[in-house]
């Protein structure tokens, strides 16, 4: 009873959730939620504080404020992905929102690609589907796209939305939404693997909010 452990993890862990686990009755999970715009700019001076470049991060701050928020709108303010700007913002001081995109994706792409290959292929499935869909889709939707049964696919979103994968929209009806909850692995999907509209039209949103 006297030690307390305080963790964080960009995925959730299957034996904390699980109430046959022997370890879910021993931790409570916050989930974290984005930083705002004045949150983000605090923590991006301390980090620079730490690190003897807080000149650099304010001239950015002060030049060019479009670039940090035009990433964290892009990624939802997500701490860690934050954290990772903020080595790409003092590494390329005169860089811009483009070019700060592009190197934010390829710093995350092991780790979202890890998240990929370790599901299994029908979960693989149904990830691609509603990522592609930009806006939130429905389970009629996925089983006509993938073919898998309906109950099938059921199952497997409840798993993702368990995981923090996929996130449920309530649309008052018996018939739910459903998309990508973390908005920069959606980003990073498209990238990676959608047709070349999907991709510009990432770059258009990059654009639209400078």
């Known amino acids: 009873p006297e030690l307390r452990l305080i963790a964080a993890s960009p995925m959730m862990i299957d034996q904390i959730l699980d109430y046959q686990s022997p370890l879910f009755e021993f931790f409570k999970t916050i989930n974290l939620k984005g930083l705002t715009s004045d949150e983000n700019k605090k923590l991006l001076i301390k980090l620079s504080e730490l690190s003897d470049s807080e000149a650099k ?10 670039r940090i928020e035009v990433l964290r709108l892009l990624t939802g303010g ?8 903020y080595n790409i913002f003092i590494d390329n001081v005169n860089g811009n929102s483009i070019r700060d995109l592009q190197l934010t ?27 592609k869909s930009w806006d939130a889709t429905s389970v009629k939707e996925i089983v006509v796209k993938t073919r898998i049964e309906s109950k099938t696919v059921s199952a497997q979103l409840r798993q993702l939305e368990k995981n923090q994968l996929i996130q449920k929209i309530q ?10 909850k973390e908005r ?17 039209r990432v770059l258009w949103l990059s654009l639209i909010h400078i």
């Open 57 to 66: 991060m304010k001239t950015i701050i002060k030049d060019t404020p479009e």
């Open 78 to 85: 997500v701490t860690r992905t934050i954290v990772l700007l």
């Open 105 to 131: 994706l390829d710093a995350l792409t092991p780790l979202y690609k890890h998240k990929m290959d370790d599901l299994p292929k029908n979960q693989q499935k149904i990830i691609d589907i509603v990522a």
């Open 171 to 180: 649309t008052g009806k018996k018939n739910h939404l459903y998309q990508i």
């Open 184 to 200: 920069f692995f959606n980003i990073w999907y498209l990238m990676r693997y959608g047709r070349k509209y999907d991709r510009n």
